[in-house]
């Protein structure tokens, strides 16, 4: 015989089959397994085996991988090598060993290494970018959609333009940190810092529009503006149109085109713009009157101080206090700080989510020798409830009380009132509402609904 044993013939089956084996070792291989049924047939075996393994494996990795794998199987088949008690079972071991080891590096760059699943895309894409601009840690490209909620930085320096789904569009300048939040329909920006420009076409009845920082919001229906974030405040720029910039408390500030907003510039206690606190009371109403002025003022910018902290119920409560303090007390008449104590009342109830409540709060300002700002900001509030909650035919008759005040929110007023009537199902009203605003604002952000209203066609 041969001198071989099974075992050492065993060790050489991989050999055999790739044609390794010396000639000499192959013909004491042969030798043995012509002698051998049991090695004759596992020969056999191996040889149909081999290559359907071969045809089976799966496409080759990347080069990185490919390099991974590489270092995980030397250092694997060193440590298998320096355990290994004799050479014959090193050679039997080894290429068993290597698949063995390739088939787990290969399985562990498929769960850990491989593709990820794609997040889900939102409602914008970027334009034009240049320099470093990172969605969540990852470098993005032009044409790339854009998740909602990711997170997206741009470095000093860096420009990206986003195009909306509906026609909005974005440019942003770096540095700069930003999210697109809500949906195509209800757009809503986080802005945590850096410079945004924005250019939005007119909205359809029902969706919103705004950018948020950390001071403020601001709400658009169709308009170019500007903001500019920061840890001192934010600025808001208008080029056309109009923008609603609300406060953490409540007040409106409407910014028209070739308008500012600067929040670090606005000082703490400022009044709103709907009412005005005069100056203590004259002397003719005795010293009493003025300190009753002046108590007033400082619950008004206690009151203030709370709903921009986002507590309402704080804010509610100290507004009953000083209601109590100045029951059966009418010696001093009423004031314009009284006034804009109402005002916060009915604020206050709508921050709270009391609605219902805020909508007749809102509705009791509305009486003769209310300031007119006032009047008008009040009933433009309650509509704005009225048509959230589905109560059209209530809002569209408040949003036009609110444009007969003539002030700020005339032309937002009728476009809410032409809506909502034809949201309703009121068409002749809805109509001669179109027909009214078209005479006051043919060129306004509302003519292209409103000549559609009226038959018009297309706006030219």
Same mark, same amino acid.
């Given at each position: 015989m041969t001198g071989l044993r099974c075992a050492d013939v065993e060790a050489r089956f991989v050999d055999v089959v790739d044609g390794r084996l010396d000639p000499a070792d192959s013909v004491r291989f042969h030798s043995h397994i012509e002698g051998c049924a049991a090695c004759r047939e596992r020969a056999a075996l191996w040889r149909a085996l081999a290559p359907r393994l071969r045809d089976a494996e799966p496409p080759g990795p990347d080069p990185m991988a490919t390099?991974?794998?590489?270092?995980?199987?030397?250092?694997?088949?060193?440590?298998a090598v320096a355990a290994a008690p004799a050479r014959r079972w090193r050679l039997w071991w080894a290429p068993t060993f290597g698949l063995v080891a390739a088939a787990a590096v290969v399985a562990i760059w498929i769960r850990v290494g491989g593709p990820q699943r794609a997040p889900i895309?939102?409602?914008?894409?970027?334009?034009?970018?240049?320099?470093?601009?990172?969605?969540?840690?990852?470098?993005?490209?032009?044409?790339?959609?854009?998740?909602?909620?990711?997170?997206?930085?741009?470095?000093?320096?860096?420009?990206?333009e986003l195009a909306l789904d509906g026609g909005a569009a974005l440019r942003v300048d770096g540095p700069a940190r930003l999210t697109?939040?809500?949906?195509?329909?209800?757009?809503?920006?986080?802005?945590?810092?850096?410079?945004?420009?924005?250019?939005?076409?007119?909205?359809?009845?029902?969706?919103t529009f705004a950018?948020?920082?950390?001071?403020?919001?601001?709400?658009?229906?169709?308009?170019?503006?500007?903001v500019v974030a920061s840890g001192a405040g934010s600025r808001v720029d208008v080029s056309e149109g109009q923008v609603?910039?609300?406060l953490p408390d409540g007040r409106t500030n409407l910014v028209s085109a070739g308008g500012a907003f600067d929040s670090s510039a606005a000082a703490e206690d400022e009044e709103p713009a709907t009412a005005p606190v005069p100056a203590p009371a004259d002397s003719d109403r005795g010293p009493g009157c003025a300190?009753?002025?002046r108590s007033c003022q400082a619950t008004a910018r206690a009151v203030r101080a709370s709903m921009r902290g986002g507590d309402s119920e704080r804010a509610l409560r100290m507004l009953a206090d000083a209601r109590r303090a100045r029951s059966g007390d009418a010696s001093c008449g009423g004031s314009a700080c009284d006034d804009e104590l109402r005002y916060l009342h009915a604020e206050a109830l709508n921050q709270a989510g009391r609605f219902d409540d805020a909508v007749a709060s809102y509705r009791a300002l509305d009486?003769?020798?209310?300031?007119?700002?006032?009047?008008?900001?009040? #009933?433009? +509030?309650?509509?704005?409830? @009225?048509?959230?909650? =589905?109560?059209? &035919?209530? $809002? %569209?008759a408040d949003f036009e009380r609110a444009a007969a005040a003539h002030g700020a929110l005339h032309e937002e007023a009728l476009v809410g009132a032409m809506e909502s009537a034809r949201a309703a199902g009121d068409a002749p009203r809805a109509r001669a #509402?179109? +027909?009214?605003?078209?005479? @006051?604002?043919?060129? =306004?952000?509302? &003519?292209? $609904? %409103?000549?559609?209203?009226?038959?018009?066609?297309?706006?030219?």
């Open positions: 390099r991974r794998m590489q270092v995980e199987i030397e250092r694997r088949l060193a440590g895309v939102g409602y914008a894409a970027f334009r034009t970018l240049s320099g470093d601009v990172r969605v969540g840690d990852q470098p993005s490209q032009a044409a790339a959609r854009v998740p909602v909620g990711a997170p997206i930085a741009l470095s000093a320096g860096a420009v990206v697109l939040e809500g949906s195509a329909r209800d757009v809503a920006v986080r802005l945590g810092d850096g410079k945004l420009g924005a250019k939005v076409t007119h909205r359809q009845p029902g969706e950018v948020i920082t950390r001071d403020l919001r601001v709400d658009v229906r169709g308009t170019a503006f500007s609603a910039v609300v300190e009753v002025a009486r003769r020798g209310a300031p007119a700002a006032m009047r008008q900001n009040a #009933l433009y +509030a309650a509509a704005q409830i @009225e048509r959230r909650q =589905g109560h059209l &035919a209530a $809002a %569209a #509402l179109a +027909a009214r605003y078209l005479e @006051e604002f043919p060129r =306004g952000l509302g &003519a292209p $609904a %409103a000549r559609k209203l009226v038959g018009d066609g297309p706006p030219r």
